[in-house]
C-alpha cells in the first residue's frame, strides 16, 4: 500500500477501480463533497480539516483550502481519482506513491502567475509557463531531472495514455492529466477562466497534441 500510517485503501473506499484513465470530461464541474484526509509530516494520515472558514468556497465548489499558504497540505481521497479540493488536488490513495508525489509538488506553484519562460532557467520561479508548470510537477515525483519545454516533452517518456499520468503537448502547449484532473495554465474549458498554473476539469478532448506518459505510471 502506498500510505501505510492510516485508513488502508480497502478501508476508506471498498474495491480498487480502474476509472482513473479517463482523459476527457463530459461535464466542467469537479467539485468534491466527500472525506478528505492529509497527511502529516511524520507519515500519518488523518482526517483533513480546513483552515480556511466553512463558508469560503472556491469558484468551482468544494472546501476552501490555504491555496495561499507557502506549504499546502498533502491532501488525500479514498479511490483511485484525484479530486479538487478548493483550489488544490488531493491525489487519491490508490495510487503509486509518485503520482501522490506529482500532485503534492503542483499543489505547491497553483496561484502563481503565468510567465513566458518561467520554470525553464531553474524548476523554483516566482511564476511558471505551461511546460515550466508540468516539469515542476514530474520533478516532484522525481521523473524529470531538467525542465522541458513543450516540444520536448513531444517525444519524452513512452508513447499513448498513461494509467495514472498522462502528458500532452505540442510545438506549442502542454499540460497534464493526473488521475482524472488537469494540470494547465490555460483556461481552455475551465469555467472559473482563471490564468497561471491550477487544477482545472479535463478537456473535451484533446485533439492536436502528441500523448505521452511517465514509464511505468
Not at 92 to 106: D, G, I, N, Q, Y
Request: aromatic fraction near 10%; glycine fraction near 12%.
Amino acid at each position: 500500500m502506498p500510505f501505510l500510517n492510516g485508513p488502508t485503501q480497502a478501508q476508506v473506499s471498498g474495491r480498487y477501480s480502474a476509472d482513473f484513465s479517463v482523459i476527457t470530461a463530459r461535464s466542467a464541474s469537479i467539485a468534491y463533497s466527500g472525506p478528505v484526509y492529509q497527511r502529516t509530516a511524520s507519515g500519518e494520515v488523518i482526517p483533513y480539516t480546513p483552515l480556511a472558514p466553512a463558508a469560503s468556497v472556491n469558484p468551482s465548489g468544494g472546501i476552501a483550502v490555504g491555496v495561499a499558504a507557502e506549504t499546502k497540505p498533502q491532501l488525500l481521497v479514498p479511490g483511485s481519482r484525484t479530486r479538487y479540493v478548493g483550489g488544490l488536488a488531493a491525489a487519491p490513495m490508490a495510487a503509486p506513491p509518485a503520482v501522490a508525489e506529482v500532485v503534492w509538488a503542483a499543489n505547491q506553484i497553483i496561484g502563481r502567475p503565468y510567465i513566458f519562460g518561467g520554470g525553464h532557467g531553474s524548476f523554483e520561479s516566482p511564476g511558471y509557463d505551461c511546460s515550466g508548470t508540468v516539469s515542476y510537477a514530474l520533478h516532484g515525483a522525481r521523473l524529470l531531472s531538467v525542465p522541458a519545454d513543450s516540444s520536448e516533452f513531444m517525444r519524452w517518456g513512452s508513447h499513448g495514455l498513461g494509467r495514472w499520468v498522462t502528458i500532452f503537448s505540442n510545438a506549442g502547449h502542454a499540460y497534464v492529466d493526473v488521475a482524472g484532473l488537469r494540470l494547465d495554465t490555460s483556461a481552455a474549458d475551465d469555467p472559473t477562466r482563471q490564468q497561471g498554473p491550477r487544477w482545472r476539469p479535463l478537456r473535451r478532448n484533446n485533439v492536436g497534441y502528441t500523448v505521452r506518459h511517465p514509464l511505468g505510471y
